[in-house]
T-cell receptor, first 115, second 110 residues
Framework: EAQVTQNPRYLITVTGKKLTVTCSQNMNHEYMSWYRQDPGLGLRQIYYSMNVEVTDKGDVPEGYKVSRKEKRNFPLILESPSPNQTSLYFC??????????????FGNGTRLTVT | GENVEQHPSTLSVQEGDSAVIKCTYSDSASNYFPWYKQELGKRPQLIIDIRSNVGEKKDQRIAVTLNKTAKHFSLHITETQPEDSAVYFCAAKGTYKYIFGTGTRLKVLA
């Protein structure tokens, strides 16, 4: 089944404890990206990757890191989480990176709580 | 920076009526405009999209219109049903970045 898989689904952690949220897609998609969803603010793009080893900042990159060493994986790293990073996170991928676009396929989300 | 404004934030309609959600974008380079539906506790899912070289697209009860000159696009749902109740997001994509609207909570009253 074609899908985007995120893990974990739920995560509770403490301020300053490094964590990684994994994201994997099995559709050979070029483009992958991370979003956070907060009430009243919609979905905001954190980082995106146009292809292997090519990443760039979205609108809210502060406090996050990403890497794209393989085409299928795009982990989100919080080196020193803070309470304002408590949010619902989505990973998404699409076939095409550049101009024109193609539909984003979202993972099931990761609800992160930082205390 | 670039932004997408979405209105209204909430919308209640009677079953069978039409619903219209409007978005305005700021980045002239935007060329792809998808709409996503998100049911409670679930991930966003694409319902329809339109590219900048097209003015209107329809898929059964759902249609999207795009006015590039005015930089706005709209979602139209006809003959609404209770299962249409959800949060709807518009988005605008430039070369690589996606900017989403803040969402519209649609309630279809039976």
């Amino acid at each position: 089944e074609a899908q985007v898989t995120q893990n974990p689904r739920y995560l509770i952690t403490v301020t300053g404890k490094k964590l990684t949220v994994t994201c994997s897609q099995n559709m050979n998609h070029e483009y992958m990206s991370w979003y956070r969803q907060d009430p009243g603010l919609g979905l905001r793009q954190i980082y995106y990757s146009m292809n292997v080893e090519v990443t760039d900042k979205g609108d809210v990159p502060e406090g996050y890191k990403v890497s794209r060493k393989e085409k299928r994986n795009f982990p989100l790293i919080l080196e020193s989480p803070s309470p304002n990073q408590t949010s619902l996170y989505f990973c998404a991928s699409s076939l095409v990176s550049g101009t024109g676009g193609s539909p984003l396929h979202f993972g099931n989300g990761t609800r992160l709580t930082v205390t | 920076g670039e932004n997408v404004e979405q209105h209204p934030s909430t919308l209640s309609v009677q079953e069978g009526d039409s619903a219209v959600i409007k978005c305005t974008y700021s980045d002239s380079a935007s060329n792809y405009f998808p709409w996503y539906k998100q049911e409670l506790g679930k991930r966003p899912q694409l319902i329809i999209d339109i590219r900048s070289n097209v003015g209107e697209k329809k898929d059964q009860r759902i249609a999207v219109t795009l006015n590039k000159t005015a930089k706005h696009f709209s979602l139209h749902i006809t003959e609404t049903q209770p299962e249409d109740s959800a949060v709807y997001f518009c988005a605008a994509k430039g070369t690589y970045k996606y900017i989403f609207g803040t969402g519209t909570r649609l309630k279809v009253l039976a």
